[in-house]
């Protein structure tokens, strides 16, 4: 099983993390970590802060020869803008300042910001690109769409979306606001079997949820694309792709599907009152530096998190060390029962 951790500060030298329990052989995909960085980085409604950065990325352990070894993993990403914080008390609403600074006894909300800022998503997005792109040669897809933005329907079917997000954006920007959104993740070839309905710990949405709400901005996560709370129980049935690919903790063999509800960036160009955390005097605060919104860089995010969870839950079900032993077991498992879809009652093996 994979575990990670990450350190550094938004605005430090670098930031740096490790992936512990990667299978060995795996090509070591360096132009696929630093394409999911790219497009992190220039993500629609990013800040000015994305174009000093540049995300390069060197990945110091755990590969040798163009191939992972099995060793931990480890990547280092320098900061560009570099600064040091300025302290302050105070508390910006809807951020970790507060909380932060109580559970702390800190009483600069400046060094509860540094760590507690999203720039630290860009060491997962790195790490994250190794399970995503072993899930790709594994026969498993993940991809992510927006589906609304500034509570605006943004589905393929709508008129041209991008335009209709470029302008939310730029009329958000002008208002010195901000927005939030939603997107939808999709993961294709998941073999059927994964995860358990035995402990609640070990269903599989239980595993996809945990990872997903670690992304700071997600709010809300809800397996199936559709409002399944507003169905009733028979046109479920009819249709049980709704439930979105788990059923009883488990992978069905259908498209997972993930909802993720991305709350907008609380740092506005608008005033917000607040107070002082050490005087308890009222106060105002506005940002201009902030992303307009963090919808579409989360979702780049949230593909690599959900491989990550994918991939964790294969090596759960069929262990392996290496790429050879994880996909010759993939492949004997797939042989034998296909994708299993269940049809109004019946159960058709598709091959
Ligand atoms: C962030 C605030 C902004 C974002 C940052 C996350 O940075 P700054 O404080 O420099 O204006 O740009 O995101 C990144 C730098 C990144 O790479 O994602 C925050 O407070 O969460």
């Known amino acids: 099983m994979m575990k990670y951790l990450t350190a550094g ?42 174009q000093t950065e540049n995300d390069d990325v060197k990945i110091t352990g755990g590969v040798y020869e163009g191939r992972t070894t099995g060793a931990p993993l480890s990547v280092l990403i320098k900061n560009s803008s570099r600064k040091k914080p300025e302290p302050s008390g105070i508390i910006r609403p809807c951020h970790a300042d507060y909380g932060g600074m109580v559970k702390y006894g800190l009483e600069d909300a400046s060094l509860v910001r540094e760590r507690a800022s999203a720039r630290e998503t860009v060491v997962r997005t790195a790490l994250f690109a190794f399970p995503l792109y072993m899930c790709g040669i594994s026969g498993i897809r993940i991809s992510s769409e927006i589906i609304s933005l500034g509570g605006k329907s943004l589905r393929p079917c709508d008129n041209r979306p991008a335009e209709k997000a470029e302008k939310i954006i730029a009329d958000a920007k002008a208002k010195g606001d901000t927005a939030g959104g939603e997107f939808v993740l999709k993961i294709s070839g998941v073999p059927a079997g994964l995860g358990s309905y035995s402990q609640g ?17 997600v709010k809300g996560i809800s397996c199936g694309g559709v409002d399944i709370a507003d169905i009733p129980g ?5 249709a049980p792709e709704c439930t979105g690919g788990i059923d009883g903790g488990i992978s069905n063999g259908r498209d997972i599907i993930i909802r993720c509800v991305v709350k907008p960036v609380p740092g506005t160009a608008v005033t917000a009152r607040t107070s002082d955390y050490i005087t308890g005097a009222a106060a105002e605060i ?21 491989a990550f969870v994918t991939l964790n839950a294969i090596l759960e079900k069929f262990g392996g060390d290496s790429l050879d032993e994880i996909s010759s077991r993939l492949s004997v498992w797939r042989q034998r029962h296909g994708n299993v879809i269940s049809v109004s009652g019946e159960e058709n093996r598709l091959k």
């Not at 740096?16 to 980085?41: K, N, S």
């Not at 028979?234 to 009819?238: A, C, D, I, L």
């Open 9 to 50: 500060e938004s605005h430090g030298e670098l930031l740096t993390g490790i992936l512990d329990g990667f299978p060995a052989g795996v090509p070591v995909p360096e132009l696929f970590v630093q394409e999911q960085l790219r497009r992190r980085r220039t993500a629609l409604g990013r800040s000015t802060r994305q």
């Open 201 to 217: 710990f070990r269903r599989l949405f239980t595993e996809y949820a945990e990872e997903l709400g670690a992304i700071p901005a």
């Open 234 to 238: 028979s046109v479920m049935n009819s």
């Open 286 to 306: 506005c940002s201009t530096t902030s992303d307009i919104t963090a919808v579409y860089a989360a979702a780049v995010t949230a593909e690599g998190a959900a």
